[in-house]
Nanobody, 120 residues
């Protein structure tokens, strides 16, 4: 059984930094694209950043220049370094991965989410 587990969320003041991590575990055969999404209360879930297995990245305009996505393929781990945080970054952050288990079938997996609150 495959699981994605996020960590690293919390309360931070505006202008501060946080680093989120997401570990994929279980019977994993291969991971393609991994991504971070976020959802604020009353809003739809939105893509924050994504990264392919080759390391190509994509960012939402609202986080470009402030957030950096990276991954350690050997550890099946995804990261999101968030700098210069703003109150509007407050949301639940969710890890997403397109991966195949030992069946070889690729499926879309989600983590349970970690809360990021930016407030003074």
């Amino acid at each position: 059984q495959v699981q994605l587990v996020e960590s690293g969320g919390g309360l931070v003041q505006p202008g501060g930094s946080l680093r989120l991590s997401c570990v994929a575990s279980g019977s994993i055969f291969n991971i393609k694209t991994m991504a971070w999404y976020r959802q604020a209360p009353g809003k739809e879930r939105e893509l924050v950043a994504s990264i392919t297995s080759a390391g190509s990245t994509n960012y939402a305009d609202s986080v470009k220049g402030r957030f950096t996505i990276s991954r350690d393929n050997a550890k099946n781990t995804l990261y999101l370094q968030m700098n210069s945080l703003k109150p509007e970054d407050t949301a639940g952050y969710y890890c997403n991965a397109i991966l195949a288990d030992y069946s070889g079938i690729y499926r879309n997996y989600w983590g349970q989410g970690t809360q990021v609150t930016v407030s003074s």
